[in-house]
């Protein structure tokens, strides 16, 4: 059972940059492949973006990208995103998610929607002035 944990949430103003991170209770993330979820107050839960296995490809969504980057740490632990330029539309609370075994193919394929196994509990981003 992978735990997953998420950290660095909070209040930005828009503009402002934020970095979330997420990290795996007694393994290490770097082969697994792991997804950003963001879910806003009355819509679905939608998939920002995700990093392929052991730094695989990425995917961003559209409304996510040049603004947002994903990346692993050195020592391939944990995995980071990066926003900048933050909107009031990214308004939301993220979650990390990951899976283990899923080819880069599949993962870009389905816009990181089968990065699925493993779920954080989420963390809050606000972006408000």
């Known amino acids: 059972q992978v735990q997953l944990v998420e950290s660095g949430g909070g209040l930005v103003q828009p503009g402002g940059s934020l970095i979330v991170s997420c990290a795996a209770s007694?393994?290490?993330?770097?082969?697994?492949?792991v997804a950003w979820f963001r879910q806003a107050p009355g819509k679905e839960r939608e998939a920002v973006s995700c990093i392929g296995s052991s730094d695989g490809p990425t995917y961003y969504s559209d409304s996510v990208k040049g603004r947002f980057t994903i990346y692993r740490d050195h020592a391939a632990t944990m995995v980071h995103l990066r926003m900048n330029n933050l909107e009031p539309g990214d308004t939301g609370v993220y979650f990390c998610a990951a899976q283990y075994g899923l080819g880069h193919v599949d993962v870009l394929s389905s816009r990181c929607r089968k990065v699925d196994a493993y779920w954080g509990q989420g963390i809050q981003v606000t972006v408000s002035s």
């Open positions: 007694g393994r290490p993330l770097q082969y697994y492949n």
